[in-house]
Nanobody, 127 residues
Framework: QQQLVESGGGLVQPGGSLRLSCAAS????????MGWFRQAPGKEREGVSC????????SYADSVKGRFNISRENAKNMVYLQMNSLKPEDTAVYYC????????????????????WGQGTQVTVSS
């Protein structure tokens, strides 16, 4: 049974950094692309970033390009999201998700393209 567990969220001041982690288990992690999504109160879930199964291809939402970096360690079944220069509008619950394919979606980071989800971790950016 696939399981994804996020960690690393918290309260940070604007301009600060956080590193989110996602531990995967119950399937061949290195076969599948992974994504990060976020959902703020009253808003729809938004795709943030995706990384291919090998880690050699990544994609980002325009709102986080140049500030966030996604990476993975297949030997440890882990995927990470390094978030820098955080803004109050980055406040949300962040979810990691596993895709049923080895590459990221070419038509955009939509929830429907991902099969399994973690429970989420809260990120709050506030002074």
């Amino acid at each position: 049974q696939q399981q994804l567990v996020e960690s690393g969220g918290g309260l940070v001041q604007p301009g600060g950094s956080l590193r989110l982690s996602c531990a995967a288990s119950g399937y061949r992690f290195d076969y599948y692309a992974m994504g990060w999504f976020r959902q703020a109160p009253g808003k729809e879930r938004e795709g943030v970033s995706c990384i291919s199964s090998s880690g050699d291809s990544t994609s980002y939402a325009d709102s986080v390009k140049g500030r966030f970096n996604i990476s993975r360690e297949n030997a440890k079944n882990m995927v990470y999201l390094q978030m820098n220069s955080l803004k109050p509008e980055d406040t949300a619950v962040y979810y990691c998700a596993a895709r049923g394919w080895d590459i990221c979606p070419v038509t955009g980071l939509r929830s429907a393209f991902f099969a399994s989800w973690g429970q989420g971790t809260q990120v709050t950016v506030s002074s």
